[in-house]
């Protein structure tokens, strides 16, 4: 199993620009969800899905869009992109949500908006 | 809302010595999770406490949690190089279905 992949793995943005950052799980987990991770800082929910065609603002889900059409697969979008958006973005899995379900993440993708 | 905070934000020692991490939070957690990131990776799970006083290791980690189920504490023993990285505690509200939520992190860093 490849566990959760993340693509790309760096992105340098300008302001103002788009972008989807791909996340996918080969784990058969319903719950997903997308993390960003500042300098120095732990990491802050943005949008979580908890199966197939349904998801839900996290902490900080201003400026970011997702969806879940499938299991496997939890894309982030990113509309105008702004230089606060600058951060390692996780994308991570589990099998359940509530009770002691660890979390699978993967690999991350740097992004950068100049 | 619910925080949980994590002390100290980094720590240096020397290869050989002891390390601790505390976490604490402000309300009363279901259960408890410690994640380790390496440098430039990503947060790997280590091991999760319900329990109430539960103390759980790994080898040389030792991991518990509090019996009012709001702080826990990871400690290493005789720290390696292979040691350094990021720990991260993240509780889940006792109260509720929520989602994780992860503190700051301890920094590790260890001296040859």
């Known amino acids: 199993n490849a566990g959760v992949t993340q693509t790309p793995k760096f992105r340098i943005l300008k302001i103002g620009q788009s972008m989807t950052l791909q996340c996918t799980q080969d784990m058969n987990h319903n719950y997903m969800y997308w993390y960003r991770q500042d300098p120095g800082m732990g990491l802050k929910l943005i949008y979580y899905?908890?199966?197939?065609?349904?998801?839900d603002k996290g902490e900080v889900p201003n400026g970011y869009n997702v969806s879940r059409s499938t299991t496997e697969d939890f894309p982030l979008r990113l509309e105008l992109a702004a230089p606060s958006q600058t951060s390692v973005y996780f994308c991570a899995s589990s099998y359940g949500l509530a009770g002691p379900y660890e979390q699978y993440f993967g690999p991350g993708t740097r992004l950068t908006v100049t | 809302g619910q925080q949980v905070m994590q002390i100290p934000q980094y720590q240096h020692v020397q290869e050989g010595e002891d390390f601790t991490t505390y976490c604490n939070s402000s309300?009363?957690?279901?259960?408890i999770q410690w994640y380790k990131q390496r440098p430039g990776g990503h947060p790997v799970f280590l091991i999760q406490l319900v329990k109430s006083g539960e103390v759980k290791k790994q080898k040389r980690l030792t991991f518990q949690f509090g019996e009012a189920k709001k702080n826990s504490s990871l400690h290493i023993t005789a720290t390696q190089t292979t040691d350094v990285g990021t720990y991260f505690c993240a509780g889940r509200d006792g109260g509720s279905q929520g989602n994780l939520i992860f503190g700051k992190g301890t920094k590790l860093s260890v001296k040859p």
């Open positions: 899905s908890v199966g197939a065609g349904i998801t």
């Open positions: 309300t009363t957690l279901s259960n």
